[in-house]
């Protein structure tokens, strides 16, 4: 029997389905659509889904999809610039570093906003984040004398607006 008010009911239903529409096309996309692997996919995507369900609840949190493709370009072209900065730093005969660690205050309680700007921001070049504090995300930085927060920050309104929090209700 399932608890919890009609509204959650409908959110966890339409996280069940689509988690399991995108770990069946996952798995179509990786195995192909022979109709002898279908149902095997089948039994795949559905332990799938139950695993992301018990380790990642629904919490109500809408993904904003033309913020996601409007962050596209961004994204490529930072990959580029990162690429470019880390072949550098590797080639140069001296190299170029100032490590150290930088605690940032996400304004993004934990949950998955939080998760999704972590693993965000884990592909800007020359930081990883390393620790999630109760009041700061901690990074090991290459680079110290980058301006290391204020992209994070730049990086925290752009998943901010990607983000919509769940209505109330």
Known sequence: MMTGTAPQRVRRGRAIAVRFAAFYALWIVLIGAAFT???AGLVAAAAATWTSLALLPPDGQRTRWLAVVAMVPSFLRKSVVAGLDVA??????????????LAYRAGFPRGTARNAFTMYTSLMPGTVPCADEH???VYHCLDT??????DLAEEEHRI?????EPRVG
């Open 37 to 39: 692997d279908l149902g």
């Open 88 to 101: 550098l730093r590797a080639l140069a005969p001296r190299v170029r570093l100032a490590t150290g660690f």
């Open 135 to 137: 009041e700061a995300i």
């Open 145 to 150: 004398s980058q301006p290391v927060a204020s």
């Open 160 to 164: 901010a607006g990607v983000v919509q």
